[in-house]
């Protein structure tokens, strides 16, 4: 998978209203990051991921929102600490901000 342009376009208007976003292509995704932590991904399947632990990711499973996990070498699902978001967010950047803003507290 290759990141597109319009895909990068779309990332940074969703979180326009969080300071210095910037992105960065990785291992064939997206790392993004808003003043140089990094709180999302754009991962497998083309998939917008909040980076979440503990009571963010509580949260994040109530609103139905999925963990990102694959199958590790030794055949057991291994997680990664990033979750979808929930969909009105995808369509709503003042939501979408606010789900970031709390992954942002969380790992800075």
Do not use: H
């Not at 991962?43 to 694959?70: F, H, I, M, V």
């Amino acid at each position: 998978m290759a990141v597109s342009d319009e895909q990068i376009a779309f990332v940074r208007d969703l979180f326009r209203g969080l300071p210095s976003i910037t992105t960065r292509k990785m291992f064939g995704g997206l790392g993004i990051y808003s003043e140089g932590v990094i709180f999302a991904v754009i991962g497998p399947e083309e998939t917008l991921l909040l980076k979440a632990r503990g009571p963010l990711a509580e949260d994040l499973a109530a609103e139905g929102c999925e963990q990102w996990s694959y199958e590790g070498k030794s055949g057991k699902p291994s997680r990664m600490p990033y979750w979808t978001l929930p969909d009105a967010a995808l369509d709503d950047p003042e939501e979408a901000c606010t789900w970031a803003r709390r992954s942002l507290s969380e790992n800075t």
